[in-house]
């Protein structure tokens, strides 16, 4: 169905696309872009040939793509370093970052731990108080790396807490290797290599189950990961020597080991996509116990939350698309029990001290209400007013849990629950200098393309003209069943000092209602996406906020192909474009590290013709117009991206700088060092949304330097 071979004719069809020597129909750029070469791949698609002039790019390794990517840093750079308010925006936002903050505590074996980022230090640091208050130095990152850019994650105590595993990143990839640590000497005793997308689950004090792919030679960061296993490894023994608990006998592109808190029962979640998964469940103390299977298809999500006393309870959209929670036994775990029934509203459930809680969205917004085990409807959680609360999770024994509350104009203030009352009480104000009464934030619905309710909230300062439009952010996602709920955004709170708008809408492809809006916005129907996103484009300039010439649209991810989507087919609509780490090839994504898990949202372009002519009709990389005048466009991405591949970037950026036939900077931005986001030392944020927003200033209508706040604010650390 598809074949490729490079076509090697003649020098005219191999040589570089210097924008700066326009054709004749088409005005001259500014800038001298680097030369890019094309050497096309044919790929033939149901009779169809698609020619992919930069398939080169793809070759991360390769000396010739490393040359470009130093080469458009060089033009990139020279641009940025230029803008005159670039060095204030850094300056700002260093000074903005500069206090300290503090994680919620938790404790294990005797101690009680958090983490904590003294204001600029690159990562956060793990201490650790014992029962006299006494703090010091558990795990800190920033001694791992010269430059901060490694990070740790996943830390997870046995059940003793006399050992410690942690996930450690170098660079910002997805691949990670786990060193266990002995937390009375502090010592790092064991490690083991080529773990993703893991978890660390403990099965007493022996050792634990993480999953892995094969190791790829060489090609970690780009070759397409398919065969997912489960492991268990036993502490102090050869990583050789683990035996694959699961994932031999059947393919699967994600599995995971989870170990319940009694330690009774490993659940196993196996899946080929982001959406839907089987379920297992074995109870570990039964001697003759197997693992039995609970859910044995891929078309519902469903996930084990809490057991006692030999139940498992379980949240799943399984014949509930707003979610529910239940509960089954083992040997009968197919005969199942409502909880908590589903409701109007979308549920997430969590445990806590032997209660659940259920964190319900309304509009984008929480609600929270506690139940008894047995599903009991005990109390709604009174919260500080309209935003997102998150949290609510913790030990059986517990009798205290911590949740976060926070909205795009109110910094995250950490709260403690006393879980018999229900009584909240502040643990740990923000102390972000930010005066949440000189800001607005509403929540407005608009009509889609096709009619569709639109829930969009829009935020800026309470003193805006309203006579006047202003410089707005338009920030978008749309996909994967992710709901974007109101939360405080550090690089946000600047533009909105600076005068700006910050518009988020929820669009189809999120959780925001469920399932049905999840796939509303999914494969055939993904154009919905886009039309909700230029919709809520159309809202902003006919309400006055803004015009096109002030507006500024945002995503990363599949917000970043969102961005390329629409920047394509309205070119007309904003002044710039800022997609970043974007999915935007959308016939080859699937090809790559553990894309073809996405085809759940996305279809590939094998599935069939009507997809693959689907695809092509959006795919951003395959949508660039010669003769276009596109907005001013920065993308973002970094050369240790091991999720959604920088080929996509640099493809697409290489289309623009070919094609493009305005005056405006269309220009790509690869940080050295860097994964897809998760991790990113403090200093790189500063600088990368420094960047970002000079740009953004720099290439609007009218955008006059603000004048100096009197009082310059601390922003919480938000790497959105």
């Known amino acids: ?33 680097p030369k890019t070469q094309q050497l096309p791949v044919v790929d033939e698609y149901f009779g169809t040939s698609i020619i992919d002039a930069y398939r080169w790019l793809e070759d991360d390794h390769s000396a010739a793509t490393k040359a470009w990517v130093d080469a458009q840093n060089a033009v990139t750079f020279d641009y940025l370093n230029a803008l005159p308010r670039r060095q204030a925006l850094r300056d700002r936002l260093g000074r903005l970052l500069d206090y300290e903050r503090e994680s919620a505590p938790f404790e294990e074996g005797g101690y009680t731990y958090f983490s904590r980022n003294s204001g600029l230090q690159n990562q956060s640091v793990i201490y650790r108080m014992n029962e006299d208050g006494q703090e010091r130095v558990f795990l800190d990152p920033n001694t791992l790396s010269v ?19 942690y996930q450690k990143s170098e660079g910002g990839a997805d691949w990670r290797s786990v060193e266990v640590l002995d937390t009375a000497s502090l010592q790092v005793i064991d490690r083991i290599e080529d773990v993703k997308f893991s978890g660390i689950a403990w099965q007493g004090e022996v050792g634990f189950y993480y999953s892995r792919y094969d190791a790829q030679d060489g090609d970690e960061l780009t070759a397409k990961t398919d065969q997912h296993r489960l492991y268990f490894h036993h502490v102090g023994e050869p990583q050789s020597a683990d035996e694959v608990v699961f994932g031999d006998d059947e393919t699967f592109r994600y599995v995971s080991g989870y170990v ?17 998964n089987r379920l297992y469940v074995k109870d570990l103390t039964d001697p003759q116990g197997q693992l039995l299977s609970v859910v044995n298809d891929e078309t519902s999500d469903v996930s084990v939350i809490f057991a006692q006393d030999g139940s498992l309870y379980a949240q799943t959209n399984r014949e509930a698309p707003n979610s529910r929670v239940v509960k089954f036994r083992l040997p009968t775990p197919a005969v199942w029990q409502d909880v908590i029934p589903e409701s109007e509203h979308v549920l997430d459930a969590s445990a806590a001290g032997g209660y659940f809680f ?17 599903g009991q409807r005990l109390r709604e959680i009174v919260l500080p007013g309209p935003g997102d609360a998150s949290g609510f999770r913790g030990k059986a024994k517990d009798t205290v ?56 909230i829009i935020t800026h300062r309470a003193d805006l003209d309203q006579n006047q439009t202003h410089p707005t952010m ?43 809006w999840h796939d509303a916005g999914t494969q055939m129907q993904k154009q919905n996406v886009f039309d909700d996103f230029i919709a809520a484009a159309e809202y902003l300039i006919d309400s006055g906020l803004t015009e096109p010439a002030k507006l500024a649209i945002r995503g990363g991810s599949n917000g970043g192909l969102l961005v390329g989507a629409v920047m394509t087919q309205r070119p007309d609509l904003v002044a710039v474009a800022l997609p970043a780490v974007g ?27 009507a997809m693959f002519e689907y695809l092509l009709g959006y795919s951003p990389v395959h949508n660039v117009q010669a003769g276009t005048a596109y907005p001013a466009t920065l993308v973002t991405t970094g050369d240790h991206d091991d999720r959604v591949v920088p080929a996509h970037s640099f493809k697409f950026a290489a289309q623009l700088q070919a094609k493009h036939a305005g005056d ?57």
């Open 147 to 165: 430059d901060g850019t490694t990070s740790v994650s996943s830390l997870s105590f046995s059940p003793s807490g006399k050992l410690a595993a």
């Open 583 to 609: 999915v935007l090839d959308m016939l080859r994504y699937h090809t790559f590290t553990a894309g073809a898990g996405w085809s759940y949202d996305y279809g590939t372009a094998e599935q069939s013709k």
């Open 401 to 456: 849990a911590y949740y976060s509350f926070q909205n795009y104009k109110t910094p995250s203030t950490l709260f403690q629950l006393d879980l018999a009352t229900g009584d909240s009480s502040v643990y740990r104000v923000s102390k972000a200098d930010f005066d949440s009464a000189d800001y607005v934030s509403k929540q407005v619905f608009y009509a889609s393309k096709d009619g569709t309710r639109v829930p969009m």
């Open 474 to 516: 338009l920030y978008g996602y749309g996909g994967f069943d992710i709901s974007l709920t109101p939360r405080f955004s550090s690089t946000m709170a600047a533009w909105l000092e600076s005068g700006g708008v910050y518009a988020v809408p929820n669009l189809r492809g999120g959780g925001e209602y469920g399932k049905a």
């Open 260 to 276: 319940t808190e009694d330690q009774q029962f490993l659940v196993i979640y196996a899946s080929n996509t982001t959406t839907g």
């Open 664 to 720: 405006a900077p269309v220009l790509i931005r690869v940080e050295k060092d860097a994964g897809h986001g998760a991790g990113t030392p403090t200093s790189k944020i500063i600088d990368l949304y420094a960047d970002v927003l000079a740009f953004t200033f720099a290439n609007m209508a009218d955008s006059t330097d603000p004048a100096e706040p009197a009082k310059a604010p601390n922003m919480a650390k938000d790497e959105s």
């Open 1 to 33: 169905m598809r074949t490729s071979l490079f076509l090697l004719i003649t020098s005219l069809l191999a040589v570089g696309c210097d924008a700066a020597k326009p054709a004749q129909s088409i005005a001259k750029p500014v800038f001298a872009y």
């Open 358 to 374: 259920a964190q319900y969205m309304v509009d984008a917004i929480s609600r929270v209400q506690q139940f008894s085990i047995d």
